[in-house]
């Protein structure tokens, strides 16, 4: 069974920063995401990265303030978040999948994390 595991969520202030983790139980991904929903909201596409680290996606809105990146195992990802705003408050879900390209939809994705809450304070 495969098992994606975020971590590095928490509290910060507006204008902080927070770099969040997903670490996989397996190494044989195409591709990872970053995706967040709000209370009430849909499901939100942040960032994906190929296995290779070579090809990354952003959401248009976030591209310059959010980076992803990949340890070189390639099991480890990375969202670092700068410039954080509370209209970044949401929980931030992990994503893997196995197909050729990189998605930017939900559907895109096999495999899902647990979670990690990011609050950003006013």
């Known amino acids: 069974q495969v098992h994606l595991v975020e971590s590095g969520g928490g509290l910060v202030q507006a204008g902080g920063s927070l770099t969040l983790s997903c670490t996989s139980s397996?190494?044989?991904?195409?591709?990872y995401g970053w995706f967040r929903q709000a209370p009430g909201l849909e499901r939100e596409f942040v960032a994906a990265?190929?296995?290779?680290?070579?090809?990354?996606v952003y959401s248009n809105s976030l591209k310059g303030r959010f980076t992803i990146s990949r340890h070189n195992t390639g099991n480890t990802m990375y969202l670092q978040m700068n410039s954080l705003k509370p209209e970044d408050t949401a929980v931030y879900y992990c994503?893997?999948?196995?197909?050729?390209?990189?998605?930017?939809?939900?559907?895109?994705?096999?495999?899902w994390g647990q979670g990690t809450q990011v609050t950003v304070s006013s």
């Open positions: 994503a893997a999948s196995t197909r050729v390209v990189v998605g930017s939809g939900p559907g895109d994705y096999d495999y």
């Open positions: 397996r190494r044989t991904f195409s591709n």
């Open positions: 990265i190929h296995w290779s680290g070579r090809n990354t």
